[in-house]
């Protein structure tokens, strides 16, 4: 199958933000995707969804990317019931999917705070990812862009965050994405990334940081 080579001849990653949206951090975010012609996956808090950040969601999708859930209220769901834990992501859904006409089917918990209950409460695909600590005021853009490159490989999805104020991460990819760009990695979105491999991402109990592990 001569697609299947040239797929596999291609080395892929994807860039995946957490806790927007809002009209800064997250814009300027998409400015640099935009710039460098590539697409990400936005996880985002529900209660974030208002009408003034709906146009940011919009040109999410206009970039090619993808909007998924990453619960409403950003609490820590691992002591949570199954009824609490669905109303979070109900929540979150019913609005994302009044906006982009599509039901997340990937799930990033916040803290990546787990639990039986948690996993048996959500019909979704979890994600963490390979993270620069960019919650961390403290971490310096040159750390998060090391961080981030030296974790870079086949099949990666890294975790960032679009958090309102975030510059650090947002000068940090300046320099990250046309290095690994470079290096000859090709971005996609988080849902792509399992695609290209054909690997089947419905795997009950495991959250995934790389599609190839």
Partial sequence: NLTRLF????KYLALSFDDGPNCTTTVHDLDLLEEFGIPASFFLIGQNITERTVPVIKRQLELGCTVECHSWSHPRMGSMTAGQIEDEVFRTDTLIERHTGRIPEFFRPPYIDLSETLFNSVDKTFICGADC????????CDERVRMVLDSAREGQIFLLHDTEGNEKTVQAL????PTLLE??????TVPELFKVYGV???????????VLE
């Fill in 200 to 210: 089947n991402p419905h795997v009950r109990g495991k959250i995934w940081s790389n």
């Fill in 7 to 10: 797929v596999m001849e291609k």
């Fill in 133 to 140: 600590q960019d919650w961390e005021d403290t971490v310096s």
């Fill in 174 to 177: 300046r320099l990250i994405i």
């Fill in 183 to 188: 290096r000859g990695f090709t971005f996609v």
